[in-house]
């Protein structure tokens, strides 16, 4: 059903490369995936990535959307309604209840990867009484109508500028992967979610989609990042910096570029979530470092309903 499923998404008004089979399906052999489709009248309105997972219980079984990726949640088409909705919601909690399985988990797309108004599942949680387990912080500016840079980060980009630093895209997988590696390591003392590997097969498959750019002086390379594009959104995935590169603002000087010339006006412009990967609670330095580009809060919410 892949051609299907991959179709729906390309039309849906909250569709993203990440729900395309190809990318879900590059960690099957660790995820237990059971997506589920769901028609109306024989007519395809709704798509769920979802897989199963070990529940509160060891004997029990949870319902996930989506642990594997940024994000999961229902994809729809712009027909969804509130009351459509809530019938697929009431649709899948007797599905899940025949299977005995306990939870749903549920972390819905933030609205600034919808196309067209897609908050029909956000009110069908609320009906069916489910509970946020947990909230990120994310940071997102919208292209030519955000607040601008604030002056100290103009003046860092600046500094930057003047000491040569240029900004290119880059190739090298295996130099960027061990800068990333390095950085989140010394920062964090985390490590990324994907794996060499993994990387190297989704840069290949989209490659319109996923690139990198790196932050120069001559032909050193001093910082660099890793975008996701969907139709709405530019996200940075996972950034990369050494010593000099922090000491040079190299990465600011990315961000810059990034809203210069690849972030065109109307589109959002996604930092990323600024939790710390350790303990889970808000990084205030690196979330003021983002909302000195003029960024502000997008949450991420993961919802829990259970079904009795």
Not at 228 to 246: A, D, I, M, N
Not at 273 to 290: N, V, Y
């Given at each position: 059903m892949q051609q299907r499923w991959d179709h729906f998404v390309s039309t849906a008004k909250n569709g993203h490369f990440m729900f395309l089979r190809d990318y879900m399906d590059y960690h099957g052999d660790r995820i237990n995936d059971s997506s589920l489709l769901f028609e109306n009248k024989g007519r395809l309105v709704g798509l769920l990535p979802a897989h199963l997972e070990k529940g509160e219980k060891r004997s029990e079984i949870d319902l996930v959307s989506h642990a594997g990726l940024s994000f999961g949640g229902f994809i729809t088409s712009r027909s969804m309604?509130?009351?459509?909705?809530?019938?697929?919601?009431?649709?899948?909690?007797?599905?899940?209840?025949?299977?005995?399985?306990?939870?749903?988990?549920?972390?819905?797309?933030?609205?600034?990867?919808?196309?067209?108004?897609?908050?029909?599942?956000?009110?069908?949680?609320?009906?069916?009484?489910?509970?946020?387990?947990?909230?990120?912080?994310?940071?997102?500016?919208?292209?030519?109508?955000?607040?601008?840079?604030?002056?100290?980060?103009?003046?860092l980009c600046r500094k930057a500028r003047e000491m040569g630093l240029r900004i290119e895209p880059f190739f090298d997988l295996d130099r960027f992967y061990d800068m990333v590696c390095r950085w989140l390591d010394k920062r964090h003392g985390a490590k990324p979610i994907h794996s060499l590997e993994e990387i190297r097969y989704l840069a290949g498959r989209f490659p319109d989609n996923i690139k990198i750019y790196g932050a120069w002086r001559g032909s050193e390379l001093l910082a660099a990042k890793m975008t996701f594009e969907s139709p709405t959104c530019l996200k940075l995935q996972y950034v990369g910096s050494t010593e000099e590169g922090l000491e040079s603002s190299a990465m600011s000087l990315i961000n810059e570029f990034l809203l210069q010339l690849h972030v065109p006006p109307g589109k959002w412009f996604d930092l990323g979530t600024s939790m710390d990967p350790g303990t889970g609670a808000l990084d205030r330095q690196l979330i003021t470092h983002k909302e000195s580009f003029g960024a502000r809060a997008v949450l991420i919410r993961t919802y829990q309903l259970k079904i009795n």
């Amino acid at each position: 059903m892949q051609q299907r499923w991959d179709h729906f998404v390309s039309t849906a008004k909250n569709g993203h490369f990440m729900f395309l089979r190809d990318y879900m399906d590059y960690h099957g052999d660790r995820i237990n995936d059971s997506s589920l489709l769901f028609e109306n009248k024989g007519r395809l309105v709704g798509l769920l990535p979802a897989h199963l997972e070990k529940g509160e219980k060891r004997s029990e079984i949870d319902l996930v959307s989506h642990a594997g990726l940024s994000f999961g949640g229902f994809i729809t088409s712009r027909s969804m309604n509130v009351s459509l909705m809530l019938k697929i919601f009431s649709v899948l909690a007797d599905f899940m209840r025949q299977r005995d399985w306990k939870r749903l988990i549920y972390t819905p797309s933030p609205y600034i990867y919808h196309r067209y108004p897609a908050e029909e599942d956000l009110y069908a949680l609320w009906a069916h009484s489910a509970e946020v387990v947990t909230t990120k912080v994310s940071c997102a500016l919208l292209a030519g109508l955000s607040p601008r840079l604030n002056d100290s980060r103009r003046r860092l980009c600046r500094k930057a500028r003047e000491m040569g630093l240029r900004i290119e895209p880059f190739f090298d997988l295996d130099r960027f992967y061990d800068m990333v590696c390095r950085w989140l390591d010394k920062r964090h003392g985390a490590k990324p979610i994907h794996s060499l590997e993994e990387i190297r097969y989704l840069a290949g498959r989209f490659p319109d989609n996923i690139k990198i750019y790196g932050a120069w002086r001559g032909s050193e390379l001093l910082a660099a990042k890793m975008t996701f594009e969907s139709p709405t959104c530019l996200k940075l995935q996972y950034v990369g910096s050494t010593e000099e590169g922090l000491e040079s603002s190299a990465m600011s000087l990315i961000n810059e570029f990034l809203l210069q010339l690849h972030v065109p006006p109307g589109k959002w412009f996604d930092l990323g979530t600024s939790m710390d990967p350790g303990t889970g609670a808000l990084d205030r330095q690196l979330i003021t470092h983002k909302e000195s580009f003029g960024a502000r809060a997008v949450l991420i919410r993961t919802y829990q309903l259970k079904i009795n």
